[in-house]
């Protein structure tokens, strides 16, 4: 058995196959599926995905960095609405994206802060979304002074030093696609980290792993991002499975 960790099921890109797609990734032992949120446009469709798949798939609520904009205080009323009246298994994905606007970079971090807040209220792990912002990122962990704080760097690229970092804040760390790219240089690093520290995740449709690079992702597919990792660190493909489902499991309560 497998599980994404991190998959947007429920967006548009996949409209047109949405149950074919859901069957294949079941076909190839993907049983279980947690979908993040972006925002409050999304919600509805995600309520949707889980009463149509209860005991596949999990959802977690959140606000995505990259949608942190000037409706802010709607979004973040709306993230705190879903947690007050649904069961979710995390908080995310949540953190800071400076790779396309720094603009509302402030506002991100205060976003980032209180969501982790919520996310101690309710005891549940947090998904982090980090691009280009790995020093402020852990800033803001470094100010969490609480032994509750857990969860998962989504689609993980740093190198080994940021690893160990993550790591020591309680996070494990999501990998995907790009660990199969060529010159990710991604691989070497996960070589030298403890299959304990690793979930894996797709970003379906996004980041699709080779061969499929460039295309639309989709869960299935995980079993690419499996075989690689079992690859990097010299054991079966068994073992990986095993292991990260365990994590997973443990991490969300599954």
């Given at each position: 058995?497998?599980?994404?960790?991190?998959?947007?099921?429920?967006?548009?890109?996949?409209?047109?196959?949405?149950?074919?797609?859901?069957?294949?990734?079941?076909?190839?032992?993907?049983?279980?599926?947690?979908?993040?949120?972006?925002?409050?446009?999304?919600?509805?469709?995600?309520?949707?995905?889980?009463?149509?798949?209860?005991?596949?798939?999990?959802?977690?609520?959140?606000?995505?960095?990259?949608?942190?904009?000037?409706?802010?205080?709607?979004?973040?009323?709306?993230?705190q609405q879903?947690?007050?009246?649904?069961?979710?298994?995390?908080?995310?994905?949540?953190g800071?994206?400076?790779?396309?606007?720094?603009?509302?970079?402030?506002?991100?971090?205060?976003?980032?802060?209180?969501?982790?807040?919520?996310?101690?209220?309710?005891?549940?792990?947090?998904?982090i979304?980090?691009?280009?912002?790995?020093?402020?990122?852990?800033?803001?962990?470094?100010?969490?002074?609480?032994?509750r704080?857990?969860?998962?760097?989504?689609?993980?690229?740093?190198?080994?030093?940021?690893?160990?970092?993550?790591?020591?804040?309680?996070?494990?760390?999501?990998?995907g696609?790009?660990?199969?790219?060529?010159?990710?240089?991604?691989?070497?690093?996960?070589?030298?980290?403890?299959?304990?520290?690793?979930?894996?995740?797709?970003?379906?449709?996004?980041?699709?792993?080779?061969p499929?690079?460039?295309?639309?992702?989709?869960?299935?597919?995980?079993?690419?991002?499996?075989?690689?990792?079992?690859?990097?660190?010299?054991?079966?493909?068994?073992?990986?499975?095993?292991?990260?489902?365990?994590?997973?499991?443990?991490?969300?309560?599954?």
């Amino acid at each position: 058995m497998l599980i994404d960790t991190h998959t947007h099921l429920y967006v548009s890109q996949f409209d047109a196959d949405r149950s074919q797609m859901i069957k294949r990734a079941l076909d190839a032992g993907v049983e279980q599926f947690v979908l993040p949120a972006i925002d409050s446009e999304t919600t509805t469709a995600m309520h949707s995905l889980k009463l149509d798949y209860p005991n596949n798939i999990h959802l977690m609520m959140g606000l995505h960095p990259t949608h942190v904009g000037e409706n802010l205080i709607e979004e973040m009323a709306h993230v705190q609405q879903q947690l007050a009246t649904h069961s979710f298994v995390a908080v995310g994905e949540i953190g800071m994206d400076l790779y396309w606007d720094k603009s509302y970079q402030k506002e991100q971090k205060d976003a980032f802060a209180k969501q982790i807040a919520w996310a101690l209220d309710y005891n549940l792990p947090i998904v982090i979304h980090c691009r280009e912002a790995f020093d402020q990122i852990f800033e803001v962990l470094e100010g969490v002074q609480d032994n509750r704080l857990r969860g998962i760097f989504h689609c993980f690229t740093g190198n080994l030093s940021q690893a160990h970092r993550a790591i020591g804040f309680n996070m494990l760390l999501g990998i995907g696609g790009m660990v199969t790219f060529k010159n990710s240089g991604l691989a070497k690093t996960i070589a030298k980290i403890p299959l304990k520290h690793i979930v894996l995740e797709t970003d379906a449709p996004y980041l699709a792993p080779m061969p499929f690079r460039g295309k639309r992702n989709e869960s299935a597919y995980i079993s690419h991002v499996a075989q690689k990792v079992a690859l990097t660190h010299n054991i079966s493909l068994a073992q990986v499975a095993k292991q990260t489902t365990e994590n997973a499991i443990n991490l969300f309560d599954l």
